[in-house]
């Protein structure tokens, strides 16, 4: 990753590289229920720092309203599939990684929420200059993805044409 | 790191289980906070009432019972001594001040004790706060809590042994048994003692006497209260206290008046047998409630380790974005700490309160006030208790901390 040789890292500097360097979105959200918007958008931020810099909290609100979310909703348990997966987005974009890992990002969302959180996705990874690896089974995603590589049988593929 | 905002959601996920586990530790550590508080304030109080009652001479008997009879008048039929010992004692140099109490009469359920001026104002210890104190035959004063006025005239019935009255009630079974020509009219009330004492009537020992047919213990009608009593022939009493003028007339006199028809003996040597069965009784009640602690306390980890495992899946999520082995390790540890933390301190106030309640049940009853308070041993052993508890907390933050996050998050 970049020059750093990942495997070699002790524990503690794998844990402050996943924090500064990657940020991850899950197929099943993976928000803390009993949180506000904004508290969860800030977790990543709790890690590190007692009172969250100036600079994260705008951040934090600014992505909220950029991917259309209320920041000041109180649990994100009683919102939508689609604002929850956007609240995980945000969460993965507030310190600005190099790397976003997304499993299945759509998958449990409906296909118009899904071509939604795709873009949105995407769209933010660009504006941040960050790279997306991106796995999943929907066509609506690969296609707007550069490189696409089937995996067959936990072995990566050729890539594909990116319209394919 | 700042790991509240977690700690909060975790508490907050537990719903009511969050209010219910800190509950059962509090109910544990509130019992053995109202233990040895109630403990203590009882051996307080009961050495207290018993101040001024030096040494104690009555009729061969049960000195416990002479003891809950005269220092906490709980009623009970004593053998009379002979009156003689009275003025014998009164002449003896080695005693500062003697007084006769004598009881069997009761007015609307409160005790009727017959006595001197001097001892009535505890060897000049306490004076009226309202009225004066007795100064002839057919006065009386009252203690702080009877239910009667300065100037009221009061009718005393024969009390009859097992049966007792409400206090402050004019029942028909007292008036059953009215002495009608006698009249006391309450001159004086006394200061509050925080004794059974402060529920009862004090009249001259004369007017007992007087009463019952047995003349006023002095050769003349009209003579000044109190010692000598220089009848031809002294009544008897039931008890009498004595005031000695040094500690080794304090025995000399006890070891004289052991024999020879009368028993002298301290409260002390009574109260000392008494808390040594009351601290045996506490021994067992502070097993106990240890052994009720442990069982809390290790149910509620229990519970807590479940917790922590059932909630695997959270925490391998935070660190798969960042958060490092110790962050977890606070998280967890700060809301299983919360858990028992909240629980004793509850528990601390919980026992206060009921002491407290235990307090005045029992003052209602025996009219012994018992300053309960939560003094230093109560404030240690909770503080123990905590420390315990941030102890037993670490258990399921050590589970948390040594689960591998690829394991679970596959």
Not at chain 1, 7 to 26: A, I, K, M, Q
Not at chain 1, 83 to 104: C, H, M, W, Y
Not at chain 2, 105 to 120: I, L
């Amino acid at each position: 990753m970049g020059d750093r040789t990942i495997t070699s890292l002790s524990e503690g500097e794998r844990d402050r590289w996943r924090r500064n360097t990657v940020g991850l979105v899950f197929q099943d959200f993976q928000l803390v229920e009993d949180l506000s918007v904004l508290e969860n958008i800030l977790l990543p931020a709790r890690f590190d720092h007692w009172r969250t810099p100036r600079a994260l909290l705008e951040r934090a609100i600014m992505l909220a309203d950029r991917l259309g979310l209320d920041h000041r909703a109180r649990r994100v348990s009683a919102l939508s599939r689609g604002a929850q997966q956007r609240v995980a987005i945000a969460r993965a974009l507030v310190r600005e990684p190099k790397l976003i890992l997304a499993d299945e990002p759509t998958a449990s969302l409906d296909s118009t929420n899904g071509v939604r959180i795709a873009e949105l996705l995407i769209e933010s990874a660009r504006r941040t200059q960050a790279s997306i690896l991106l796995i999943s089974h929907d066509s609506d995603v690969l296609r707007r993805a550069d490189r696409v590589h089937q995996l067959v049988a936990g072995a990566l593929g050729p890539a594909l044409a990116a319209s394919s | 790191m700042n790991p509240w905002p977690v700690v909060i959601a975790d508490l907050r996920a537990l719903r009511w289980v969050a209010w219910v586990a800190p509950l059962l530790v509090a109910v544990a550590v509130a019992v053995g906070v109202a233990v040895s508080a109630q403990e203590a304030a009882l051996r307080r109080s009961s050495a207290l009432a018993a101040d001024d009652f030096d040494l104690l001479i009555g009729a061969p008997g049960s000195h416990t019972q002479l003891v809950l009879t005269t220092v906490y008048l709980q009623p009970d039929a004593l053998a009379l001594i002979d009156g003689a010992v009275l003025n014998a004692l009164a002449r003896d140099e080695r005693v500062k001040a003697v007084a006769p109490i004598a009881f069997g009469d009761v007015v609307r359920g409160y005790p009727v004790v017959g006595t001197t001026a001097a001892f009535a104002g505890r060897w000049g210890r306490i004076t009226p706060s309202e009225g004066r104190q007795f100064a002839g035959e057919g006065e009386a004063v009252i203690g702080s809590d009877v239910r009667l006025s300065v100037g009221d005239t009061i009718t005393p019935a024969h009390a009859v042994a097992g049966h007792r009255n409400p206090f402050g009630v004019a029942s028909e079974e007292e008036a059953s048994h009215r002495h009608d020509a006698a009249r006391y009219v309450v001159v004086g009330r006394l200061p509050r003692l925080g004794t059974p004492w402060d529920r009862a009537i004090l009249v001259p020992i004369e007017s007992v006497w007087e009463i019952h047919g047995l003349g006023n213990g002095h050769a003349t009608g009209d003579a000044r209260l109190g010692p000598p009593f220089d009848a031809e022939k002294t009544p008897g009493v039931p008890a009498i206290v004595v005031k000695p003028r040094a500690v080794a007339d304090a025995y000399a006199l006890r070891a004289q008046y052991r024999q020879g028809g009368t028993v002298a003996f301290f409260p002390a040597e009574v109260l000392v047998a008494l808390y040594s069965t009351l601290g045996n009784v506490r021994d067992v009640l502070v097993v106990a409630s240890a052994l009720n602690n442990i069982l809390i306390f290790a149910a509620t980890t229990m519970l807590l380790l479940a917790l922590a495992g059932l909630r695997r899946r959270r925490y391998a999520v935070l660190r798969a974005l960042g958060a490092s082995r110790s962050y977890i390790l606070l998280t967890v540890w700060l809301g299983a700490a919360f858990i028992l933390l909240a629980g004793c301190l509850a528990g601390l106030a919980l026992g206060g309160l009921a002491s407290w309640l235990v307090a005045s049940v029992v003052e209602q009853r025996t009219g012994l006030a018992l300053p309960v308070g939560l003094g230093v041993p109560e404030l240690i052993n909770v503080l123990g208790l905590m420390a315990i508890g941030s102890l037993m907390a670490l258990l399921p933050a050590i589970a948390s901390f040594r689960t591998p996050v690829g394991d679970i998050l596959r």
